[in-house]
C-alpha cells in the first residue's frame, strides 16, 4: 500500500487509515474475504505507531467492515452492506487459473525486502546503478532532437530506423552480420525469450541450458509446458559433449545459452568448446538460443571483447538475443533478437496479438543515442566503473571472507560466483543477511546445489561494498554458531 | 524487404540486388528452401523495372545460390556452399510450432495492401490519423520537462506517479473510483486483454462476447483453448437474457464487452439493459471485462459523456480496461485496466515474466501530459475534427450509395457499421475495393454474417473521404454485375 498520510491534516492519523481503507473496499478493490496487510506491516510501510493501526483496525471492525481470526489475520468482512460476497465473482479461484505460473517465493522475498528498506546493501539485483546510466546524454536527447516521427502503430519487427542502427551496431561491436529484415526490437532480452517459448516450442519439449543459470529462475519455461535439461557449467562454461548426450536421451530441441559472462557464474564458454558446439548442433539441428546480454562488459583486456557464438555460426544455427538494460538503462526496455526472417515473422505477429507492438517512445531515443552519441566512448567509461566496483568487492571479499568464500575472478560482466567453503542452509543465510541489511542472491533460485551465492557489483553503491560484505561476514558468521 | 538501392553509384542496379540477397543468405536470414518474393513484388518494392529483377534472379541462378521451379517460384537453393540445409535447423517446423495462432489472413492481406500502396483511401484502420494526435503538445514535454525519474525497472503494475493521475482521471472523466493499488498500465488495451486471457482463463473455459465484435479478429481467445460463444446485438446492444442463456447452457466464465461506441457496430448499451445486465452478472457470480477504448469520444451531446458499466458497478464486477490509442496515439501504448489487488497483483506477476514491466519513457510521458496539458481541450479539439470527418462520410455515403448501403447514424466513437441492401460476396468486394485503392473492413472479419462492412473515419484524410466512397461505390457495382 504506497498511499501517503497526510501529517498536517486535522484529522488523525487513525481515521485516515480508516477512511483509505473504507473507499479501497467500497471501490471493489479489496473484495469480502482478502486479507488486509498485517498491522505490523501497515505500520512499518505508513511509518507511523503499531498502536495507531490497531486503533484504526478496531474501528473498521466495530463498524462491521472488516473481522478477524487470532492467527490469520484481519481480513474484509463477507457481510457487508453493498459488496456482499454473494454477490463479487469468486476472484480468487480466476487468479489461481490461467497458465502462468508465479515468480518463484524466494525470489519475491527478497524483492520485497529490498524494495521496502531502502538501508539494505544490495548485491542481489542484476541490473546497473543508477550512476551508471547515460542519464544527462538522454535528458540531452529529449531537449534537443525533435520528434519527427509518426506516433501511429509501430512496425509490428520495431521501429525501422532503430533497426537499421541496431544492424550497424552489432557490425562494428559484435562482429555479427544481419539485416534489419532480421532483426526484431524487443521489449529487452525477456520478452525476447518470451516469445520464443511461446511461438517455437511446444508443450512437453525438451530444452537445456547451463546449470546453475538465470533461466532456472525464469517460471516461463515450466509455464509453457517445457521440459528442462541441465547442462552443467564448469570454469570454461559448458561441456558440448552434455549436449550430445542429452539429444540420445531426451531429443532436446533447443539449446539456451548465455556464454559471455554467464549469469550467475561469470564464466566464459572456452573458444574450443564454441567451435564443437556450433558443429554438433549443426550436425544435430539443433538451434542455440544465444542469450547475450554482457559480452561488451570486458573488464580486462579492454581492445579485446569476447566474441558471441552467432559472430562465428556459419550455418545459420543461432538465434542470437541481446539487450541494452545493462549497457542503457534497464527502463529503457530495449533488447533485440535476431533469427532467419520466418521466424522473426511468425514472433512479430505473435506480439502483435499481445499488445500491438512496442511503444515508439523508447525505440526513438534509442535510436537518437546511437545517432548522436559515441557509444564507444560511452561503453568505456561503463567498463572503467564497473572495474572499479568488482575490484572494491573483490578486496572486500578478501578481507573479510577469505575463509568462508571462494570465488573465480570474473573476467567480465556484473558477477562473483561465490562458494561457502564449509555447509550452510542457504535459506537461512539469506534470511539472516536481510536481518542485517544486506541482500545476495541465493544459488538455488539458479537451480546450484547447495553452498553458492551470487553477488552483483552492478547496484549497489561504491561506497557501500566494504560496509556490506561486512555485514554478510555477520550474517555468514550468525549461521556457522 | 526495405531495403534502398543506391540509383547514384556506379555499380548496376541488378548488382546490387544480388549482392543484397546474397548477403541475406550468408547471413542466415534467408535459409536453404526459403521463398524469395517474386520478381513482380520486389520490382514494385524497389520500384524498379521487373527486367532488373528478371536479370539479378537469373544471375542468382546462374551462381547456384537460388532455384526456381515453374509455378513455384524462386528459392534459396537446397545445394549451398555453406549454408547446407543438412545442418540448418528446420526453421519451417518450429515456426508451425507453438500455442499462438497467427493472425487472420484476411486481415494480413489488407494490412499488408495498405501498408504497400499509399494511394489506397483507408477506411478499414481503425485508429486516428497523425493529424490527430497532440504531436506538438508532446513535443513541448520532452523540449521542456526535466527527466527526473530513475531508469531502473519499473514497478510491476507501471509507473506511480501515472498511476495516479490515472485515478484522478478516471474520476474526473470516467465517473470512476480506484486507487493507484488497482490500476495497472498496459501496453494498450491489447495488453490488458492478453494478460486475462492466459492468467485468469484455462483451456476449456467459455466465455462471451458481442456478435460482431472485434474480439473475432483477435486470435489471443483461440491461441488460450477458449470456447467462445456470441451475444447478439441489436441496436442497443447485447440482451441479458441471452447472457443467462449462454450460462445455463455453456456455464460461461467471463463477459468481454464493449459497451460503449462498440466496435464494429458504434452502438451504445442501453442504460437499462446496464442494470440488468451487472445486476444478472453479479447474481451468476461472472465478472465482466469492460473494454472502453471510445467512451470519451462521444460526438453528439457534447456535454454527456456516456457512462461506463465500472461506473455504477457496485458488486465489483467489472474488469476495466481503458487505452489512450484513440485518446492521444497509439504508438504510445498506453492503456491500463482496474481490477480488484488481487488480480492486478497475478497479472502484473505475469506481465513480469514476459517482458519485466513496461519501458518509462511512454509513461514518464503520459504523467507529464496529464500534469501539463488541460484534457478535457485536448478532448473538444479531437471530438470536434471527428465529428466533421463523420459529418463528410455520412454525406459522401447518402450521396453515393444511399441505394446501395444502410447504416445507424454514430453517436461517438470513429465507426460506421454499413450493411449492404443487396446480397454481395464480402471477400470479393473487399478485394475489388483495394483494385480501386479504398480499403475498408469486411463484417466477416467481426464474425457477422455476410453483408456488412466497418467504415472508420479516425485514419482516413477529410479531404479523400469522398473521393473514397466514390471508389467504393465503383468497387460495389462491379460485383453487382
Known amino acids: 500500500m504506497k498511499w501517503k498520510l497526510d501529517l498536517d491534516s486535522k484529522i488523525p492519523i487513525y481515521l485516515q487509515v480508516v477512511d483509505y481503507i473504507e473507499r479501497r473496499i467500497m471501490y471493489g478493490e479489496l473484495p469480502p474475504g482478502s486479507f488486509l496487510p498485517s498491522e505490523r506491516k501497515l505500520a512499518e510501510q505508513l511509518q507511523v505507531n503499531r498502536s495507531t493501526i490497531t486503533t484504526a483496525y478496531n474501528e473498521l471492525r466495530a463498524m462491521g467492515i472488516v473481522e478477524s481470526t487470532t492467527g490469520k489475520g484481519t481480513r474484509v468482512s463477507t457481510q457487508m452492506w453493498g459488496v456482499s460476497p454473494k454477490f463479487a465473482p469468486n476472484w480468487s479461484g480466476f487468479v489461481e487459473g490461467g497458465t502462468f505460473l508465479p515468480n518463484l517465493p524466494l525470489l519475491r522475498y527478497i524483492r520485497e525486502e529490498v524494495q521496502q528498506n531502502e538501508n539494505i546493501i544490495d548485491f542481489a539485483n542484476g541490473e546497473l546503478g543508477c550512476d551508471l546510466f547515460p542519464h544527462q546524454q538522454l535528458q540531452a536527447i529529449l531537449h534537443q532532437q525533435p520528434l519527427t516521427q509518426s ?65 532456472y529462475s525464469l517460471p516461463l519455461f515450466q509455464s ?30 533447443m539449446i539456451f545459452l548465455n556464454p559471455n559472462y554467464q549469469n550467475p557464474t561469470g564464466t566464459l564458454l572456452h573458444p574450443k568448446r564454441r567451435e564443437t558446439l556450433l558443429s554438433l548442433c549443426a550436425d544435430l539441428r539443433i538451434p542455440i538460443v544465444e542469450d547475450d546480454p554482457s559480452s561488451l562488459l570486458t573488464l580486462e583486456n579492454k581492445k579485446q571483447t569476447c566474441s558471441t557464438l552467432k559472430s562465428i555460426d556459419t550455418n545459420g544455427t ?16 530495449i533488447g533485440w533478437l535476431v533469427a532467419p526472417q520466418s521466424v522473426i515473422e511468425r514472433l512479430s505477429d505473435a506480439r502483435h496479438q499481445m499488445e500491438l507492438g512496442l511503444s515508439i517512445f523508447p525505440q526513438w531515443i534509442m535510436q537518437q543515442f546511437f545517432e548522436t552519441v559515441p557509444f564507444e566512448t560511452h561503453l568505456q567509461q561503463l567498463r572503467s566503473k564497473l572495474l572499479q566496483k568488482r575490484n572494491v568487492l573483490v578486496d572486500a571479499l578478501q578481507y573479510s571472507l577469505q575463509e568462508e568464500l571462494s570465488f573465480p575472478m570474473p573476467t567480465g560482466g556484473i558477477y562473483i560466483w561465490g562458494k561457502l567453503t564449509q555447509p550452510i542452509q542457504e535459506k537461512q543465510l539469506t534470511i539472516q543477511g536481510l536481518k542485517q541489511q544486506v541482500a545476495f542472491m541465493p544459488g538455488s533460485i539458479f537451480g ?22 561486512s555485514r554478510l561476514q555477520k550474517a555468514i558468521n550468525f549461521c556457522y554458531e
Chains 1, 2 share one sequence.
Open 151 to 215: 506516433l501511429s502503430y509501430d512496425h509490428p519487427q520495431g521501429y525501422l530506423p532503430l533497426r537499421k542502427n541496431v544492424a550497424k551496431y552489432m557490425k562494428e561491436h559484435l562482429q555479427i552480420d544481419a539485416t534489419e529484415q532480421s532483426i526484431m526490437i524487443t521489449s529487452g532480452a525477456q520478452q525476447a525469450l518470451h516469445l520464443i517459448v511461446q511461438c517455437l516450442l511446444n508443450p512437453g519439449d525438451a530444452v537445456a541450458f547451463e546449470s546453475p543459470s538465470h533461466c
Open 448 to 469: 546450484a546445489k547447495d553452498g553458492y551465492i551470487r553477488l552483483s557489483y552492478g547496484k549497489v553503491d561504491i561506497n557501500d561494498i566494504t560496509e556490506g560484505i
Open 224 to 253: 509453457a509446458g517445457i521440459r528442462i535439461f541441465p547442462l552443467p557449467v564448469d570454469e570454461h562454461g559448458i561441456h558440448p559433449d552434455d549436449v550430445h548426450e542429452l539429444y540420445r536421451k531426451h531429443r532436446i530441441k
Open 318 to 333: 543461432v538465434i542470437y538475443v541481446h539487450s541494452l538494460s545493462k549497457l542503457i538503462a534497464p527502463g529503457l526496455r
